[in-house]
């Protein structure tokens, strides 16, 4: 017999490593493809119109196309967010100001309005910049919060 091996066990095979390796080395063959998007989450809603301050927490998540969480990606991005609002009165702020720090794959982003009038159609966006990674652009995405009249 021949010293060496010319046959290649499956993938799905143990070969020694956990599950939890073998997934994240399955989601970062993905990210090296380019199976990469990010998802804000809410991307839209509809709080009633109010003059108290508010809050409403986001989550930016860096996806494949099937939705699964890329939880190998940890990362902090100068510049990585803003916020933006069309309210007469009142002031969308967020936490963290401008650095979207990512952990496991997902970053929390908390948007918050001053206590003054949000009217009925006034609107409060989170943008996530553009972002690369490892050499793919992956598009700008939004959050909007628009308040309606129930």
Same mark, same amino acid.
């Given at each position: #017999?021949?010293? *060496? ?16 390796i073998r997934k994240q080395l399955a989601l970062f063959a993905k990210a090296l493809a380019g199976d990469m998007v #990010? $998802? $804000? +989450?809410?991307?839209? @809603?509809?709080?009633?119109? %109010? &003059?108290? &301050? ?10 494949? =196309? !099937? ?10 991005? =100068? /510049? ?7 309210? /007469? =009165? *009142? ?7 401008? +650095?979207?720090?990512?952990?496991? *794959?997902? !970053? @929390? ?5 001053? &206590?003054?009038?949000?009217?009925? /159609?006034? %609107? ?7 972002? $690369?990674?490892?050499?793919? %652009?992956?598009?700008?995405? +939004?959050? $909007?919060?628009?308040?309606? /009249?129930?």
């Amino acid at each position: #017999m021949a010293r *060496g091996s010319t046959s290649i066990p499956p993938p799905s095979l143990d070969l020694g490593l956990s599950p939890g390796i073998r997934k994240q080395l399955a989601l970062f063959a993905k990210a090296l493809a380019g199976d990469m998007v #990010m $998802v $804000v +989450t809410p991307a839209t @809603k509809a709080p009633a119109p %109010t &003059a108290i &301050a508010w809050t409403q927490d986001f989550y930016v998540e860096l996806q494949t =196309a !099937a939705g699964e969480v890329h939880t190998w990606f940890n990362k902090s991005v =100068a /510049t990585g967010h803003s916020v933006g609002d069309t309210s /007469t =009165a *009142g002031t969308a702020s967020l936490s963290p100001a401008t +650095t979207t720090a990512w952990v496991d *794959g997902v !970053a @929390k982003i908390t948007m918050a309005g001053d &206590a003054q009038a949000w009217l009925n /159609t006034e %609107t409060a966006t989170l943008t996530v910049a553009q972002l $690369v990674v490892l050499g793919y %652009t992956l598009s700008a995405k +939004t959050g $909007v919060l628009t308040f309606t /009249t129930p």
